[in-house]
């Protein structure tokens, strides 16, 4: 009932960036949390940034003063724009979002990812 799509993947070199961007859909009637995640090959998927509906934000330490997460709420769109990108920046982006449907019931959705390369 909700879907998430995510845009702005690709390959960059070292020190370059890249701006994400990742649109909710569907019946939606409020989204508590919206944020990105990353998986890269043989590791488990981990947390890159999060931010309420308030504008409350949390950042992973390997991304923290590079990476900055942002939202359009009246959109359902959340962004995050990545400076100074480094090779072990180099993952699949995941899209997540936290909230409430029109019917009021609770959802947790993903997006299927997009791919982001950061190699010279």
């Known amino acids: 009932q909700v879907q998430l799509v995510e845009s702005g993947g690709g390959l960059v070199q070292p020190g370059g960036s890249l701006r994400l961007s990742c649109a909710a859909s569907g019946s939606i009637f409020s989204i508590a949390v919206m944020g990105w995640y990353r998986q890269a090959p043989g590791q488990q998927r981990e947390l890159v940034a999060t931010t309420t509906s308030g504008g409350d934000t949390n950042y992973a330490d390997s991304v923290k003063g590079r990476f900055t997460i942002s939202r359009d709420n009246a959109k359902n769109t959340v962004f995050l724009q990545m400076n100074s990108l480094k090779p072990e920046d180099t993952a699949i982006y995941y899209c997540?979002?936290?909230?409430?449907?029109?019917?009021?019931?609770?959802?947790?959705?993903w997006g299927r990812g997009t791919q982001v390369t950061v190699s010279s």
């Open positions: 997540n979002a936290k909230g409430t449907t029109v019917t009021k019931n609770r959802f947790d959705a």
